[in-house]
């Protein structure tokens, strides 16, 4: 069955979920510049007590939003949710797998993937999905006690507007907020500065210094910046019982099949522009997997992982200093600007490149099909 909006949501509350503003993790090499990023900024992490560096937001972010993923159902509608076990299996929202038992899982990197929904709480606005293909990998850290305090700095990760792969950041507003929202109720809540917006449902709440879950983004009050998270250590052990003994028959939630509710996604001007910035981000992380993965099936056919990878034996980071897209039928056409520092003849050197990407997609994903560039003479640095 097709799943819908509760209608009753329109007056005071929408049933969302954490969302971000465009942000996501880059490499204090990157971050001054990237137009899409703009708090990110930290101060270098001090040595703990014993003697351990704290991971510095960034890294926090990069890590986590590997194991985010956007759930997307038949209707069109979609979610967030991210892994919390090695079974494969993805907490999320109730409301974004009502009246469904199959969805499909989208990966940071852009694989779909089939799961199936193995648990559903007709008044706990939590569920469970499980993901054949996550079997094995390793989840997110979970805290199992609800210790958050007024003022802790928080990250939200998830796909606002169906854009995968961002997050915002706030602070903890408020403690032990309840509310109702037929067939739901909420108690306990997290209330949270971080802007979340549709379709971030069930997206992850993090400690932004520990990057812990401790919380699931529910909910947020109609045009206001004020969002609730419900604490994670409140429904682990259900979601617990349902990963060992997964429901039989799922609830059915008649008073959520009124009007289909279709999701925002952003252009395809704006998602090829996230793409080939994700692609930057991966490659400043030295996370070359990902990178790679971004390409199209054919581009990989031409350049295998490895040629790919020695490719960038020499650079040392990569700025973003403008995406210009340019839809062009059935793709778009991306021209990068970038300041590359890389090293010649065992020298450090700073370069200028332009580098035009046409995007499209591939079985439904986003990708980056080849790329063409040409190193900027300081003419044309100052014509561009």
């Given at each position: 069955?097709?799943?819908?909006?509760?209608?009753?949501?329109?007056?005071?509350?929408?049933?969302?979920?954490?969302?971000?503003?465009?942000?996501?993790?880059?490499?204090?090499?990157?971050?001054?510049?990237?137009?899409?990023?703009?708090?990110?900024?930290?101060?270098?992490?001090?040595?703990?007590?014993?003697?351990?560096?704290?991971?510095?937001?960034?890294?926090?972010?990069?890590?986590?939003?590997?194991?985010?993923?956007?759930?997307?159902?038949?209707?069109?509608?979609?979610?967030?949710?991210?892994?919390?076990?090695?079974?494969?299996?993805?907490?999320?929202?109730?409301?974004?797998?009502?009246?469904?038992?199959?969805?499909?899982?989208?990966?940071?990197?852009?694989?779909?993937?089939?799961?199936?929904?193995?648990?559903?709480?007709?008044?706990?606005?939590?569920?469970?999905?499980?993901?054949?293909?996550?079997?094995?990998?390793?989840?997110?850290?979970?805290?199992?006690?609800?210790?958050?305090?007024?003022?802790?700095?928080?990250?939200?990760?998830?796909?606002?507007?169906?854009?995968?792969?961002?997050?915002?950041?706030?602070?903890?507003?408020?403690?032990?907020?309840?509310?109702?929202?037929?067939?739901?109720?909420?108690?306990?809540?997290?209330?949270?500065?971080?802007?979340?917006?549709?379709?971030?449902?069930?997206?992850?709440?993090?400690?932004?210094?520990?990057?812990?879950?401790?919380?699931?983004?529910?909910?947020?009050?109609?045009?206001?910046?004020?969002?609730?998270?419900?604490?994670?250590?409140?429904?682990?052990?259900?979601?617990?019982?349902?990963?060992?003994?997964?429901?039989?028959?799922?609830?059915?939630?008649?008073?959520?099949?009124?009007?289909?509710?279709?999701?925002?996604?952003?252009?395809?001007?704006?998602?090829?522009?996230?793409?080939?910035?994700?692609?930057?981000?991966?490659?400043?992380?030295?996370?070359?997997?990902?990178?790679?993965?971004?390409?199209?099936?054919?581009?990989?056919?031409?350049?295998?992982?490895?040629?790919?990878?020695?490719?960038?034996?020499?650079?040392?980071?990569?700025?973003?200093?403008?995406?210009?897209?340019?839809?062009?039928?059935?793709?778009?056409?991306?021209?990068?600007?970038?300041?590359?520092?890389e090293t010649v003849d065992g020298e450090v050197q700073m370069k200028k490149y332009k580098v035009v990407y046409p995007v499209k997609k591939e079985n439904q994903s986003v990708k980056i099909w080849s790329g063409s560039g040409e190193e900027l003479s300081a003419e044309q640095e100052e014509a561009s």
């Amino acid at each position: 069955m097709k799943r819908s909006w509760i209608i009753s949501l329109l007056a005071t509350l929408l049933i969302l979920g954490g969302g971000i503003a465009g942000v996501f993790y880059v490499m204090d090499t990157v971050q001054k510049d990237v137009t899409v990023s703009a708090v990110l900024n930290e101060p270098p992490a001090e040595d703990d007590e014993e003697g351990e560096v704290p991971k510095e937001t960034q890294e926090i972010i990069f890590e986590s939003q590997k194991l985010v993923v956007q759930l997307e159902l038949e209707d069109g509608s979609v979610g967030s949710g991210f892994l919390y076990n090695d079974q494969g299996d993805i907490i999320t929202n109730a409301h974004v797998v009502a009246n469904t038992e199959k969805v499909n899982v989208i990966t940071s990197d852009g694989k779909k993937m089939p799961g199936d929904v193995i648990g559903v709480s007709r008044d706990i606005d939590v569920a469970v999905v499980r993901v054949p293909g996550l079997k094995g990998k390793e989840p997110l850290p979970i805290r199992k006690e609800d210790s958050a305090e007024l003022l802790d700095e928080v990250l939200a990760l998830g796909s606002p507007l169906g854009l995968q792969n961002t997050v915002t950041r706030g602070e903890i507003s408020g403690l032990e907020r309840t509310l109702d929202i037929e067939p739901f109720h909420y108690k306990n809540l997290y209330q949270i500065s971080a802007p979340i917006s549709p379709g971030n449902s069930g997206g992850p709440l993090l400690d932004r210094e520990t990057g812990e879950v401790i919380g699931i983004n529910s909910a947020k009050m109609d045009d206001e910046s004020i969002g609730f998270s419900i604490p994670i250590a409140d429904v682990l052990p259900m979601v617990r019982r349902w990963s060992e003994s997964p429901m039989r028959s799922l609830p059915e939630f008649p008073e959520l099949t009124g009007e289909v509710y279709s999701p925002v996604t952003g252009t395809d001007a704006e998602q090829a522009s996230y793409m080939v910035q994700y692609f930057y981000d991966s490659i400043n992380q030295g996370d070359f997997v990902t990178a790679y993965s971004l390409l199209s099936a054919s581009w990989q056919e031409d350049i295998s992982f490895e040629d790919f990878r020695s490719g960038y034996n020499n650079t040392l980071s990569v700025k973003v200093d403008n995406l210009v897209a340019d839809p062009q039928g059935d793709h778009v056409e991306v021209t990068a600007f970038l300041t590359a520092e890389e090293t010649v003849d065992g020298e450090v050197q700073m370069k200028k490149y332009k580098v035009v990407y046409p995007v499209k997609k591939e079985n439904q994903s986003v990708k980056i099909w080849s790329g063409s560039g040409e190193e900027l003479s300081a003419e044309q640095e100052e014509a561009s």
